[in-house]
């Protein structure tokens, strides 16, 4: 067998694979650039819509442009008749709802936006992205026994959302903490599921099928996550004298405290400041106060232990801690955190493949071969059925 050569790198760890100006990631100094701006200064002051203009044309809108783009999203949110079949039927299987946004997603070929296989580019991305919130909500309607709830014209994306989840006009300050979370984590770098999603369009595929690929990709654990445990440990913890005790006995006992460390981020995740300052905003306007004051407290005692049992690691809080509060604080239930991450990063993965196809190459990294090259050929009645992949 040949040995491993130093051009193998596990998880193309460091390897650059594209160049984009769409954000930078800076775990070291603990920044993120989106667009060209600071995430701090862009995700509280941007409108979604903004921030999905941004991404596709490197530039702000003005306001007519940003009204166009208004319209073309509220145009585009009913779904297909074949995808809400669809879903109905999925409903019936309970399957998570990540599962049932990959499936709907990947029916949106059947519109007439994307049927032309990337004839009109905008168009087809446009539609993907009015799409999602109406495929979560109305399959979160179905799995709870709810007819679907048509989306309205008149509303933002992120307000759209909330209306179609529950029926009900949400109020300014929790639309607005929404718009800030799809702000936050619209895009991160070439993380797997946007690596995913450039993979596909450097093939000249359609964006439906680069999205639903990256949906798979971020299906994984080991990619989303789940930012619920986090928000799961504040509840047990219940009040501000328990912390530091049940801290302490789940790092005794050789266990993570749920929304700390990171692996690219040595510093404070900059999505958890943005989120934190968010949150506070939303809670302080209609939320409970009490647990937005307890979920401060674990940050500081967390952050605390940490330093103490782990020295020099930094660990600090992610930005799955904040995303907890927030979301749960919109009223949505765990198992739509993540389909509601997706329901901002399609807006990145789309603008990924935007600069992929500029390029016009596909991506087609090597492999390096370690097995055998001097095998025997052995008939059928000569083999020994020692070894078996089934």
């Given at each position: 067998?040949?040995?491993?050569?130093?051009?193998?790198?596990?998880g193309?760890?460091?390897?650059?694979?594209?160049?984009?100006?769409?954000?930078?990631?800076?775990g070291?100094?603990?920044?993120?650039?989106?667009?060209?701006?600071?995430?701090?200064?862009?995700?509280p002051?941007a409108?979604?819509?903004?921030?999905?203009?941004?991404?596709?044309?490197s530039?702000?809108?003005?306001?007519?442009?940003?009204?166009?783009?208004?319209?073309?999203?509220?145009?585009?949110?009913?779904?297909?008749?074949?995808?809400?079949?669809?879903?109905?039927?999925?409903a019936?299987t309970?399957?998570?709802?990540?599962?049932?946004?990959r499936?709907?997603?990947?029916t949106?070929?059947?519109?007439?936006e994307v049927?032309?296989?990337?004839?009109d580019?905008?168009?087809d991305a446009?539609?993907?992205?009015?799409?999602f919130?109406?495929?979560?909500?109305?399959y979160?309607?179905?799995?709870?026994?709810?007819?679907p709830?048509?989306?309205s014209?008149d509303l933002?994306?992120?307000?759209?959302y909330?209306?179609?989840?529950?029926?009900?006009?949400?109020?300014?300050a929790k639309?607005?903490?929404l718009e800030?979370?799809?702000?936050?984590v619209?895009?991160?770098?070439?993380?797997?599921?946007?690596?995913?999603?450039?993979?596909?369009?450097?093939?000249?595929?359609?964006?439906?099928?680069?999205?639903?690929?990256?949906?798979?990709?971020l299906?994984?654990?080991?990619?989303?996550g789940?930012?619920?445990p986090a928000?799961d440990?504040?509840?047990?913890?219940?009040?501000?004298?328990k912390?530091?005790?049940?801290?302490?006995?789940?790092?005794?006992?050789?266990?993570?405290?749920?929304?700390?460390?990171h692996r690219?981020?040595k510093?404070?995740?900059?999505?958890?400041?943005?989120l934190?300052?968010?949150a506070?905003a939303m809670?302080?306007?209609?939320?409970?106060?009490?647990?937005?004051e307890?979920v401060?407290?674990?940050?500081?005692?967390?952050?605390?232990?940490?330093?103490?049992?782990?020295?020099?690691?930094?660990?600090?809080?992610n930005?799955e801690?904040?995303?907890?509060?927030?979301?749960?604080?919109l009223?949505?239930?765990?198992?739509l955190?993540?389909?509601?991450?997706?329901?901002?990063?399609?807006?990145?993965?789309?603008?990924?493949?935007?600069?992929?196809?500029?390029t016009?190459?596909?991506?087609?990294?090597?492999?390096?071969?370690?097995?055998?090259?001097?095998?025997?050929?052995?008939?059928?009645?000569d083999?020994s059925?020692?070894?078996?992949?089934?």
């Amino acid at each position: 067998m040949s040995g491993k050569t130093a051009n193998y790198i596990p998880g193309l760890e460091g390897v650059v694979a594209a160049q984009t100006r769409l954000s930078r990631v800076d775990g070291q100094k603990g920044e993120l650039i989106i667009g060209g701006y600071p995430l701090e200064t862009l995700a509280p002051n941007a409108s979604f819509e903004e921030m999905i203009y941004l991404l596709w044309n490197s530039a702000l809108p003005t306001a007519l442009q940003l009204e166009s783009l208004q319209n073309k999203l509220a145009t585009k949110r009913e779904l297909p008749f074949a995808t809400l079949d669809l879903l109905r039927n999925v409903a019936k299987t309970r399957a998570p709802v990540m599962d049932a946004l990959r499936m709907a997603a990947s029916t949106l070929s059947l519109s007439s936006e994307v049927a032309a296989n990337g004839d009109d580019i905008d168009a087809d991305a446009i539609a993907l992205v009015a799409a999602f919130p109406s495929i979560v909500a109305a399959y979160w309607r179905l799995l709870n026994g709810q007819p679907p709830v048509m989306p309205s014209t008149d509303l933002s994306h992120a307000a759209n959302y909330l209306y179609m989840l529950t029926g009900e006009t949400p109020g300014e300050a929790k639309a607005r903490g929404l718009e800030i979370y799809l702000n936050t984590v619209v895009d991160h770098g070439l993380n797997a599921s946007t690596f995913t999603a450039r993979v596909i369009a450097s093939t000249a595929s359609d964006l439906v099928s680069a999205v639903t690929g990256a949906i798979g990709a971020l299906k994984g654990p080991l990619h989303g996550g789940a930012p619920g445990p986090a928000l799961d440990m504040v509840f047990e913890i219940g009040q501000p004298d328990k912390a530091e005790p049940y801290m302490r006995k789940l790092l005794n006992n050789g266990e993570r405290l749920m929304g700390f460390g990171h692996r690219v981020y040595k510093v404070r995740d900059p999505r958890a400041e943005v989120l934190s300052q968010a949150a506070q905003a939303m809670y302080a306007a209609d939320g409970d106060m009490q647990l937005f004051e307890l979920v401060k407290h674990v940050e500081k005692v967390a952050v605390e232990l940490l330093d103490e049992y782990k020295p020099g690691r930094n660990l600090q809080t992610n930005v799955e801690f904040y995303t907890a509060l927030l979301l749960h604080g919109l009223g949505l239930h765990a198992e739509l955190f993540s389909p509601t991450f997706a329901i901002s990063r399609v807006v990145g993965w789309l603008a990924h493949c935007f600069e992929q196809q500029q390029t016009e190459r596909i991506l087609r990294p090597r492999a390096e071969y370690i097995g055998e090259t001097e095998k025997k050929w052995v008939a059928i009645g000569d083999r020994s059925g020692k070894f078996s992949y089934v």
